[in-house]
Each structure stands twice: as C-alpha cells, then as structure tokens.
C-alpha cells in the first residue's frame, strides 16, 4: 500500500470516527481545546502507521531522518519529533480503533502466542521513569526483560483476532478467556491445542 493509499484509507477512517469521539469527549468532560493543530490527525496516525514496515530499528531514527528528510513535500506542517512525541498520546484511542478495523474473521482454526515489548535495556531497569508502574519484569524463553507481553490470536491466513498488552510479569495463560470469547472452533498454541 503506497503511502497515500493508506492517507486515504486512514483520512476516510478519522471522518466517519471523530464527531462520534468528540461527542463521546463531551459527554464524559473530556474535551480539550479545539484548536487546529500543525499536523492533521489523519496525517500523525497516517506517519505512525508507515513506520512499522519502514525498515527503522526505533520511531526517533525513522521521524527524523526519513519522514523529515523524504516526505516533507507530503506532509507541508511537519513538526519537531519533540513535539510529535507531545502530540501522539491524542491519537491512541484513535489508532486502537483503526486497528480493530482490519480484524480478521475466526474461521474455526486459531493460533496463539505472545512476544514481550522491552521498554528498555535490562541494565537501566532501576532508572527507567517513563512506564514506571505500567511495565514489569517479566521472563521468556529467551531470558529477562522489562516491559510489556503482547498476547495475540490469529486466524490460518495470518489476520489478527484478538489481542491484548499485559505488564511483562503476567502470566501468558491468564488472558487467554477473555481473548477467546468470541471465537470458535481449535485454538493452537505452543503447548498443543485446546476447544474454543
């Protein structure tokens, strides 16, 4: 998908979502100042997006030298990296939604499995301020981390389900229930397969 192929399906997404969200933002007091931002909402989704099968090890290095080198021409407002890391906690909820969008189906077949997602290096686990009271240590087979589990269940055409992100010390069975609640059919994981 070329980038203004997923502009065009993330701009179409933010206009049919944002007055249901804003009115949403209203009802519970919520609401901040409506003032336009430099970036449109559907432009800073649209970067977030893009950078996941960029070839970049970390979102710094990908904003700043290929999204602020190469694709100013087609985002004209292009803020600070400081300043986009300042605007990105306004488009989560937004993000998390999309991404439900492009669920798959159960088609009676599923597969499960988790992945930790380090905050930070082992090393600086007693500095580490940012997910302080979110992340936890946690164990895999490859050894320890600090962080977060993403747990996840796909279809047999590789689409996703379910998913869910845990502090790094829970254990990989406790979300399973909630996972499988609308599924149907086998659910295979590394220790064999079980009934949804």
Request: charged content about 25%.
């Amino acid at each position: 998908m070329s980038l203004l192929e997923l502009f065009c399906a993330v701009d179409d997404f933010w206009q049919a979502f944002q007055p249901a969200w804003r009115q949403k933002q209203l009802v519970e007091r919520e609401r901040q100042r409506e003032r336009a931002g430099e970036l449109s909402e559907s432009e800073m989704m649209t970067i977030v997006i893009h950078f996941h099968p960029a070839r970049y090890r970390d979102f710094k290095t990908y904003y700043v030298q290929h999204v602020q080198r190469f694709l100013r021409s087609e985002f004209p407002k292009l803020v600070s990296y400081g300043r986009f890391i300042q605007l990105l906690p306004s488009i989560l909820e937004p993000l998390c939604v999309y991404l439900r969008t492009y669920f798959g189906r159960c088609r009676g077949i599923s597969f499960i499995d988790s992945t930790a997602l380090a905050v930070c290096d082992n090393r600086r686990i007693h500095t580490h301020k940012v997910f302080q009271g979110l992340a936890a240590r946690g164990k895999t087979s490859m050894g320890w981390f600090y962080g977060f589990k993403l747990h996840f269940i796909v279809n047999d055409r590789g689409e996703i389900l379910a998913l869910r992100v845990t502090a790094g010390n829970i254990d990989d069975r406790k979300p399973v229930p909630d996972l499988v609640k609308r599924l149907f059919g086998k659910l295979f994981g590394d220790k064999g397969y079980r009934d949804c």
